[in-house]
């Protein structure tokens, strides 16, 4: 996959530059909303390849975020890679069940950053 475009939904201006920085670096593009509407109005105009949200983000509520998303058509399947602290990933997998989520701790994003290919791939 050449040049994805990734949508990220982070609060954590540290986390959300050495997340930016690992995937421009591999050629992504990035966009960043922090904002119910605004991931889904980006969702809709730039038809990303992977969304990245923070399940702890201040600004949102996830259930309603992917909700929203979920509700458009042309998202329906679109691939969403969330994180949270460890030992919240079991809650959240089954509050958020879907075949176009994966849930995973804050270290994997950490961990894997530098192979986004590898994290599309896991759709």
């Known amino acids: 996959m050449s040049n994805p475009a990734i949508l990220v939904a982070i609060a954590d201006l540290f986390f959300l530059s050495k ?5 421009e670096a591999q050629g992504c593009t990035v966009r ?5 509407q605004q991931v ?11 969304v ?10 996830p259930v309603h975020l992917i909700q929203e998303v979920r509700r458009i058509p042309q ?6 890679l969330c994180y949270t602290n460890h030992t919240q990933v079991p809650e959240w997998d089954e509050k958020l069940r879907d075949n176009y989520i994966k849930v995973v701790p804050n270290s994997y994003i950490s961990s894997n950053i530098s192979n ?3 994290i599309i791939n896991l759709f």
């Open 40 to 50: 889904t109005k980006e969702a809709v105009d730039q038809t990303p390849s992977l």
């Open 19 to 23: 997340i930016t920085t690992a995937l």
């Open 52 to 61: 990245i949200l923070d399940l702890g983000i201040a600004t949102m509520d």
């Open 116 to 118: 986004i290919v590898g």
């Open 32 to 36: 960043v909303a922090v904002q119910v």
């Open 75 to 80: 998202l329906k399947n679109l691939p969403i």
